[in-house]
C-alpha cells in the first residue's frame, strides 16, 4: 500500500513555543490531507481536512488560528502548533488519499506524539 | 449525529483462539465501513472493508459483514496468532462528496503464546 511518513515522531516543547509536524505522501500524490488527534484511550478526532493548494477546512471546536495547516504540495502538508500549552500535549495523526485514483481510501501516518512542557 | 461503537478492551485471548470485536455504528445515509489495525509503533493500516449492506470484507483471516438491520459490522478471526495483537479501529466513511472518517475508541488485542 501507499506509504505516509510524519516527521518527528515525538517532540518535547516548552509552553508557549510553536512545533512543526511534517505530514508527507512518500510514493503517491495525496489530493487531501486529514489531521486527526487522539488522546489515550480515545478514538482519533478528525481536525481539519486540507486539499492541496487550497486552505483546510477545520472541524467544529478546533482554533484555526491555533492549529495551522498548509498543504502546498500534492506530497507534503504540515501541521503548525502556535504557542503550545500541556493541554495541547497529544498524538496527532495525519492521513493522505489522491481522491482522483483511489475514491475513499486514506493512508495513515505513524503520528506524532507531542508533549508540551 | 453519526458515530461508531466498539467494544472496551483490553481483549486477552490465548492463540488459537476465536476472536470477535463488537462494533456499531449510527449513520445517516449509507455509509462505508472500515476496519483498520494499528500494531506497536506504526501508523493505522486498512484491514478490510464493506461499502454496502450484505458485503463481507475479508483480509489475512479476519472477516466482517456490514449488517444494515443491525447497523453492525464486527471483526472476526477463527484462530488468532501472537501476531495480531493490536489495537484495531472500527470507523464509518459517510457517503457523498465527504470523505470524513469517524472512528471507534479502537479495541486493544492481545494474544498470549
Known amino acids: 500500500g501507499a506509504v505516509v511518513s510524519q516527521h518527528p515522531s515525538w517532540v518535547i516543547c516548552k509552553s508557549g513555543t510553536s512545533v512543526k509536524i511534517e505530514c508527507r505522501s512518500l510514493?503517491?500524490?495525496?489530493?487531501?490531507m486529514f489531521w486527526y488527534r487522539q488522546f489515550p484511550k480515545q478514538s482519533l478526532m478528525l481536525m481539519a481536512t486540507?486539499?492541496?493548494?487550497?486552505?483546510?477546512?477545520?472541524e467544529q471546536g478546533v482554533e484555526k488560528d491555533k492549529f495551522l495547516i498548509n498543504h502546498a504540495s500534492l506530497t507534503l502538508s504540515t501541521l503548525t502548533v502556535t504557542s503550545a500549552h500541556p493541554e495541547d500535549s497529544s498524538f496527532y495523526i495525519c492521513?493522505?488519499?489522491?481522491?482522483?485514483?483511489?475514491?475513499?481510501?486514506?493512508?495513515f501516518g505513524p503520528g506524532t506524539r507531542l508533549t508540551v512542557l | 449525529g453519526n458515530s461508531v461503537t466498539q467494544m472496551e478492551g483490553p481483549v486477552t485471548l490465548s492463540e488459537e483462539a476465536f476472536l470477535t470485536i463488537n462494533c456499531t455504528y449510527t449513520?445517516?445515509?449509507?455509509?462505508?465501513l472500515f476496519w483498520y489495525v494499528q500494531y506497536p509503533g506504526e501508523g493505522l493500516q486498512l484491514l478490510l472493508k464493506?461499502?454496502?449492506?450484505?458485503d463481507k470484507g475479508s483480509n489475512k483471516g479476519f472477516e466482517a459483514t456490514y449488517r444494515k438491520e443491525t447497523t453492525s459490522f464486527h471483526l472476526e478471526k477463527g484462530s488468532v496468532q501472537v501476531s495480531d495483537s493490536a489495537v484495531y479501529f472500527c470507523?464509518?466513511?459517510?457517503?457523498?462528496?465527504?470523505?470524513?472518517?469517524?472512528f471507534g475508541t479502537g479495541t486493544l488485542l492481545a494474544v498470549q503464546p
Open positions: 510514493d503517491f500524490q495525496a489530493t487531501t
Open positions: 470507523a464509518l466513511l459517510l457517503g457523498g462528496a465527504t470523505n470524513k472518517l469517524i
Open positions: 486540507s486539499n492541496e493548494g487550497s486552505k483546510a477546512t477545520y
Open positions: 492521513s493522505a488519499g489522491d481522491y482522483l485514483s483511489s475514491y475513499n481510501e486514506q493512508f
Open positions: 449513520a445517516t445515509g449509507y455509509p462505508s
Open positions: 464493506a461499502t454496502k449492506a450484505d
